[in-house]
């Protein structure tokens, strides 16, 4: 007695004529055409025949007694060769008349050889072995870029949060807001920083804070610091978070000397003869920090000690006495 699952190779047209014991026992050279197709695509896909795992044995060989619509092995995009697809789809054809014999498979198998003689079962086996090459090559380029684009997305997201906020979010772990007992703000800004907007054009001012915070971020660098945001020409660092060091009030005090002496030393592209100048404002004492928003999260600090630090900032003495003429724009 036949098991239906022993018939997952034998051609629909012969499937039909299930009364004719005859038939099934002797078969067709169009059925064994039909039959060579699906071994040829359970040795290119590496699966079980019509790689149908949702259906049973029973459910397939039905489906392929009382059409429509018409049951063929499905061949997932990208994991057979072109060439040896269109072989398969011409041998499982439903009009029998139209399958290829065995000596035109063979001289197609041939002209894909391109005139090696070789067996059919070697060159399926060859031309798996290549295509599998193939796309371990294309994996590996894929993986490679992959990596690259996951460096500068940790990159970017290390500078928009503290590295170990970043780690926690990017672990789908929540970020809690955290107290700290002491930390040390620094907050400045631009002295004259209106004025020298009015002489200037909005992409020269956009040139110009893009220049000086750049050679701020470098120097900032030196220091054990994490910045917290720049609005406009205020700049916001702070020091003993998210590492608590006990020297955080003299690591700001240091830095923001040599932030003054940056500032001494810069220029203004389009205005090379106005001096720039910081007003600053430190102080130390009790903050919460934590992760605020979803879309664009910052990492922010709230407490008396903020509010405290940007009071000292922005009274603290700066003077700006350069007198602007149309000569200076022009340099």
């Known amino acids: 007695m036949c098991v239906l699952s022993d018939l997952l190779w034998t051609a629909p047209e012969i499937l039909r004529e299930e009364d004719d014991e005859e038939l099934f ?25 019509y790689l149908m795992p949702e259906c049973t044995s029973d459910e397939i060989i039905d489906k392929l007694r009382h059409p429509p619509p018409l049951l063929r092995p499905v061949i997932p995009k990208q994991s057979a060769p072109p060439d040896a697809v269109n072989l398969m789809r011409l041998c499982w054809s439903e009009y029998a008349d139209l399958r290829p014999d065995f000596n035109e498979i063979n001289e197609e198998f041939k002209q894909l050889q391109k ?14 072995e290549k295509y599998s090459n193939h796309l371990e090559e294309m994996i590996k380029d894929r993986t490679e870029e992959l990596n690259k684009e996951k460096k500068k997305t940790d990159e970017l997201l290390s500078r928009m949060l503290p590295g170990s906020v970043a780690e926690q979010l990017k672990q789908g772990m929540p970020v809690d807001p955290e107290k700290f007992d002491q930390v040390t703000i620094y907050f400045s800004d631009i002295v004259g920083f209106t004025t020298i907007s009015a002489y200037s054009e909005p992409i ?27 609005i ?73 000690t903020v509010n405290t630090a940007s009071r000292m ?19």
């Not at 005139?115 to 798996?128: A, E, P, S, W």
């Not at 020269?204 to 720049?230: C, M, P, Q, R, S």
């Not at 978070?241 to 500032?263: F, K, V």
């Open 25 to 49: 026992q002797r078969g067709t050279k169009t059925g064994d055409i039909y039959s060579f197709a699906i071994v040829m695509q359970e040795i290119i896909t590496r699966g079980a025949p």
């Open 115 to 128: 005139g090696k003689k070789i067996n059919i079962v070697d060159h399926m086996f060859n031309m798996l």
């Open 204 to 230: 020269e001012i956009v040139d110009l804070l893009n220049d000086l915070y750049t050679a701020f971020d470098t120097t900032i660098d030196l220091y054990n610091v994490y910045k917290v945001e720049t």
């Open 232 to 304: 406009g020409d205020a700049y916001m660092v702070v020091g003993g978070l998210p590492e608590r060091i006990p020297d955080h009030a003299g690591e700001m005090a240091t830095m923001a000397l040599d932030l003054l002496h940056a500032c001494g030393q810069f220029k203004i592209r389009h205005l090379p003869g106005v001096p720039l100048t910081l007003r600053i404002g430190l102080h130390t004492g009790p903050v919460v920090a934590g992760v605020v928003g979803m879309t664009m999260p910052r990492y922010c600090l709230f407490g008396d």
């Open 313 to 331: 900032e922005s009274t603290s003495s700066g003077e700006f006495l350069y007198i602007f003429d149309t000569r200076d724009k022009q340099g």
